[in-house]
């Protein structure tokens, strides 16, 4: 709707794991290179590992197989095994974008002993209603929108097959 | 969501987006370009067009369509299936190490865990 863009847009998903919270914690913010989509790499370099810096105000970073570094944000908030907030500073144009922000709210509640429930939230993803013409872009680069529109498309045609 | 899903989940319609992401196209256009009725393209249409997929202008006495490219839907599809995939990889990753830590256990005593 219309009016989307002028209230926040957001995307939460929740998955539990069979962990204790401070393992899933780590596990989550140290191992990121292990679940990362590999597809989902703005540096022009293939992607070799995703990095966290473990503190507030850490670099979040991919690391090329070159060996070279491609900003993706920092952290804002590091509450270890409770919560850690990423800051996501990708523009729509797929660049690293110091001016931009929208956070990755990550919290890990316990419970059980070996049991933990990770919510994640994007929050203001609005902010990239702001740039209409970077939306443009985004949508014509084959690796970007246009992309995942027809990765989208497929998944949508095999749901409709399986007659969802 | 579901309008999404519901308008991709149609072969023509797919094939009508991926004429339109080169570009503004007329209805006509499409019409002779698929192997469907021009009235069956603004069917087509009409149910993008719902699912804020497409948007249409006037231009002249023609009625072009094209990729709606400021619509903040497409941006929370794109992060809501990406933040999907990239968890249901965390969870197994996480089961995986679970499975470890339980084997581990289980050779260094015998009080190993179920689960």
């Given amino acids: 709707m219309d009016t989307e863009s002028d209230s926040t847009v957001e995307v939460s998903r929740s998955v539990s794991v069979p962990l204790p919270q401070a393992q899933a914690f780590e596990l989550f913010t140290t191992q990121m290179t292990e679940f990362w989509p590999k597809e989902h790499s703005i540096s022009d370099a293939e992607l070799a590992e995703v990095v966290i810096e473990p503190r507030r105000d850490g670099r979040w970073f991919e690391r090329g197989v070159d060996g070279s570094e491609c900003e993706w944000g920092r952290v804002a908030v590091w509450e270890p095994p409770r919560k850690v907030v990423l800051l996501w500073q990708i523009g729509a144009d797929w660049h690293f974008d110091p001016e931009f922000e929208t956070e990755v709210e990550v919290t890990f509640s316990a419970e059980g002993p070996d049991s933990c429930r990770l919510d994640l939230c994007h929050c203001n993803l609005q902010r990239y209603g702001d740039s209409t013409e970077q939306m443009r872009a985004i949508f014509d680069d084959p690796a970007g929108w246009t992309g995942t529109l027809a990765a989208f498309a497929v998944l949508a045609g095999v749901q409709a097959a399986a007659g969802d | ?115």
């Fill in chain 2, 1 to 115: 969501m579901d309008a999404v899903l519901d308008a991709l989940g149609d072969r023509t319609r797919r094939s009508i987006l991926e004429r339109l992401s080169a570009g503004p196209v007329a209805v006509g256009v499409l019409a002779d370009q698929l192997p469907v009725s021009r009235p069956a393209v603004s069917q087509h249409l009409r149910v993008l067009k719902e699912a804020e997929l497409v948007v249409e202008s006037v231009a002249g006495t023609r009625r072009l369509y094209r990729i709606d490219k400021s619509g903040l839907r497409v941006v929370r599809e794109y992060f809501d299936r990406f933040w999907e995939t990239t968890l249901d990889n965390f969870a197994i990753l996480a089961e995986a190490e679970a499975r470890d830590d339980t084997r581990k256990r289980g050779t260094g005593n015998r009080r190993t865990k179920k689960g």
